[in-house]
């Protein structure tokens, strides 16, 4: 009999909410696991699945938390796709250092889309080259926190899934050796 669920796709589901659950509960503000969830969905997931994983997370608590400017939530989603494509890059060659080099690349991608999104669509700043300076400028901590939120959550969920990777080829070969 087949399996109805296999581990991905329980693992993928566990993510979603738990990424969702992490938006809502309290927490400083963008320090949530939502990139390094769409870095590790790039390099875990097939590519249909890895694109959709974060969306869904981020439209669930959205339906919760509330929408906003849809404008600002599609450059919010745009960014978090394109850190799902840099999540791609770990699937050949995977080492710790490169996925902090591409959460931070991850991070300045945030950075750069959404505080643009915000000049040009919110209303709060002039749009003229002032306004978009003073949108990076006071973006500046919410950088901080969303780099911060990214290397750590990242950190913690590749560590994971290579421990789990450690115990079942363990498991495996104890197995196989008492056949």
């Not at 581990?7 to 309290?26: H, K, Q, S």
Request: net charge positive.
């Amino acid at each position: 009999m087949k399996k109805f669920l296999n581990f991905n796709t329980l693992f993928g589901i566990f993510l979603i909410f738990g990424a969702a659950l992490a938006r809502l509960l309290p927490h400083p503000a963008n320090f949530t696991p939502i990139a390094a969830i769409a870095l590790f969905g790039g390099r875990q997931f097939s590519k249909k699945i890895s694109l959709i994983i974060p969306i869904l997370a981020l439209f669930a608590s959205d339906a919760i938390i509330g929408f906003y400017s849809i404008k600002i939530m599609l450059a919010v989603y745009l960014s978090f796709t394109t850190t799902v494509l840099l999540g791609w890059q770990l699937r050949k060659n995977f080492s710790i250092s490169k996925m902090i080099g591409l959460g931070i690349i991850s991070s300045i991608v945030f950075f750069l889309i959404t505080n643009a999104a915000v000049w040009a669509f919110s209303g709060m700043y002039s749009v003229n080259f002032s306004g978009l300076v003073l949108s990076y400028w006071y973006g500046l901590p919410f950088f901080r926190n969303e780099l911060m939120g990214t290397i750590f959550y990242a950190t913690i969920i590749f560590v994971c899934q290579e421990i789990i990777n450690l115990i079942t080829l363990r498991t495996r070969d104890s197995n196989q050796s008492q056949v």
